[in-house]
Each structure stands twice: as structure tokens, then as C-alpha cells.
């Protein structure tokens, strides 16, 4: 049974930063495609963050992009999502995700079979 558990959420200061650690469970993460979405109050959940299986290559929602970044650790079997300059508008719902190893539709909640419970992060003004 693969588990996801995303932990590390909390309230900071826009400008602050986070990390976002997802330890997974019955599927190795450098097999697989991991990714972050996120859903704030009222929105749709969207793409945040994908990490490729073979580790050399990441995507970002257009967003984040020079401020988030998405890696692993093989040998803990945990995905991170490292967030600076962290702003109001970053406030939501992260969630983890998973699927099997693919390099199209990453960017579709559609595209993943298993999902973490999720982690609040709210940045203050």
C-alpha cells in the first residue's frame, strides 16, 4: 500500500521560508514521478512542482519558478519542497503526489495514482 505523509507546513512571515518534507511508503521515490500541488480556499487544486524519476529534471508552475525548489533523498524515500521568498498568495493546502514513471501530463491531478493528506501553509503580510 503506498503512503504518502507531507509534513512541515505552518504560518511565516511573507519573505520567510519553508520545507516540505513527503515521506513515501510502498513505492521508491527514485522510481517514480513526485509532485506538489496545492489548493487554496475556494480554488481548483493546481501544479506546483514535478520531479522526474531518473531525478534529472524538475518542472515548476510558472509562479514559483526561481523560488521553489523540488528534490529528493534516496536513501530516506522523501521528496522536499524547499520554498523561499515566500508570499501571501503562496498561502494553501501542499499536497504530495505520485504515479509511476511518465513524462507527459504532469501538470494534471489526473496524472497521479496516490496522494498525501496534505499540509497548510499560510504566509502572513
Known amino acids: 500500500q503506498v503512503q504518502l505523509v507531507e509534513s512541515g507546513g505552518g504560518l511565516v512571515q511573507a519573505g520567510g521560508s519553508l520545507r516540505l518534507p513527503c515521506a513515501a511508503s510502498?513505492?521508491?521515490?527514485?522510481?517514480?514521478?513526485m509532485a506538489w500541488f496545492r489548493q487554496a480556499p475556494g480554488k481548483e487544486r493546481e501544479f506546483v512542482a514535478a520531479l522526474s524519476w531518473s531525478g534529472s529534471s524538475t518542472y515548476y508552475e510558472d509562479s514559483v519558478k526561481g523560488r521553489f525548489t523540488i528534490f529528493r533523498d534516496n536513501a530516506k524515500n522523501t521528496v522536499y519542497l524547499q520554498m523561499n521568498s515566500l508570499k501571501p498568495e503562496d498561502t494553501a493546502v501542499y499536497y504530495c503526489?505520485?504515479?509511476?514513471?511518465?513524462?507527459?501530463?504532469?501538470?494534471?491531478?489526473?496524472?497521479?495514482?496516490?496522494w498525501g493528506q496534505g499540509t497548510q501553509v499560510t504566509v502572513s503580510s
Open positions: 503526489a505520485t504515479t509511476a514513471p511518465r513524462s507527459a501530463g504532469l501538470y494534471y491531478t489526473h496524472s497521479y495514482d496516490y
Open positions: 510502498g513505492r521508491t521515490v527514485s522510481r517514480s514521478t
